[in-house]
């Protein structure tokens, strides 16, 4: 019979975890390694080059190099440990606030490095927002915790106009009709699902560019799930979004790239099409036919 363990994280594997290990520690003493496939794109929003980055002495991404296409969704695979979150964080500077983790390598949006010394890495996060795993609303109203973000910004000069940002919001997070006759109640009093779609109008709320959701679905049930799929898919139009994901259905699903990592290496990245139907690596091919991860 199968066990299964359950990270810290909440990501539940299976003993198949084990037999990748193997695959895992033979491809760890590759030093030099190539990323498969087409890490560029011409309408690049945001470009890593040759990032690593470390905790401490311990290193968790290799040489990687990718862009995210403008109004793209890019779908990060790979099993638990690799770096997905790592590398999502880097995107926005979130790893900032890890002390022992440092980031060398070049990241830039719209061509401009973000880990240059006068970059305002408030204003960052505003133009690259981030969900995370669990949802985590402010311990406030519904309506402040969308109005929270565009007040520090200074978006709304009247309260009509933070009422229609706050509504806007609400209504592209496609969570509106739900709660509009209780935007005062505590915005932790809504359900897993309402929650996360909360946080993505908390997102979306200061209009960015970009939004980084950290596997935004893995503590929601199958219908909330879908929703925030439907969201995600809606938002494309208006934003980039990357997204980590434990699901390959989700990432056939949603995303049009996807990139494949491995032990902190991109090892193959392309149309999501061609990864789930013809992935070129070995390692991918493993992972997602289940193999691993
Ligand atoms: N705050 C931290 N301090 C020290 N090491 C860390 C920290 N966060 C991540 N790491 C290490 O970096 C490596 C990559 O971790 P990361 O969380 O990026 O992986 P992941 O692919 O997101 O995994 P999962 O699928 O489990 O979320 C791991 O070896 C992890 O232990
Ligand atoms: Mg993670």
Redesign the pocket.
């Known amino acids: 019979m199968n066990s299964m363990t359950v990270?810290a994280?909440g990501?539940i594997s299976s003993p198949a975890t084990a037999r990748a290990d193997l695959d895992i520690r033979e491809h760890e003493h590759v030093s030099h390694y190539q990323t498969i496939g087409e890490p560029f794109v011409d309408n690049a929003k945001m470009s890593a080059r040759n990032v690593n980055v470390f905790?401490?002495d311990?290193q968790?991404i290799f040489d990687v190099s990718l862009d995210i296409g403008g109004n793209e969704v890019i779908a990060m695979i790979?099993?638990?440990?690799?770096?997905?979150?790592?590398?999502?964080?880097v995107l926005n500077r979130m790893n900032d606030i890890?002390p022992?983790?440092r980031v060398q390598g070049d990241i830039s949006l719209d061509g401009d490095n973000i880990y240059g010394s006068d970059q305002d890495t408030v204003l960052l996060r505003a133009r690259v927002g981030m969900v995370f795993?669990k949802p985590n609303p402010f311990p406030k109203s519904i309506y402040e915790n969308v109005a929270y973000g565009p007040r520090i910004h200074g978006l709304a000069h009247s309260k009509a106009e933070m009422d229609e940002i706050v509504e806007t919001s609400l209504r592209r997070a496609s969570l509106f009709d739900e709660v509009k006759d209780q935007l005062d109640k505590p915005g932790t009093g809504l359900s897993g699902g309402q929650q996360q779609r909360l946080c993505i109008a908390r997102a979306i709320a200061v209009s960015p560019e970009v939004i980084l959701m950290?596997?935004p679905c893995s503590a929601l049930d199958p219908i909330a799930t879908a929703r925030i799929e439907e969201l995600i898919d809606e938002l494309k139009a208006n934003y980039t979004i990357a997204i980590?994901t434990?699901s390959m259905q989700q990432a056939a699903r949603v995303s049009e790239r996807t990139a494949y990592?491995h032990l902190?290496k991109l090892i193959e990245v392309g149309d999501t099409k061609e990864i789930f139907t013809m992935p070129k690596h070995e390692l991918t091919e493993n992972y997602i036919t289940g193999r691993f991860g």
């Open positions: 990270t994280d990501v905790y401490d311990k968790a790979g099993p638990s440990g690799c770096g997905k979150s790592t590398f999502l964080r890890i022992i983790c795993q950290d596997e980590v434990h990592f902190g």
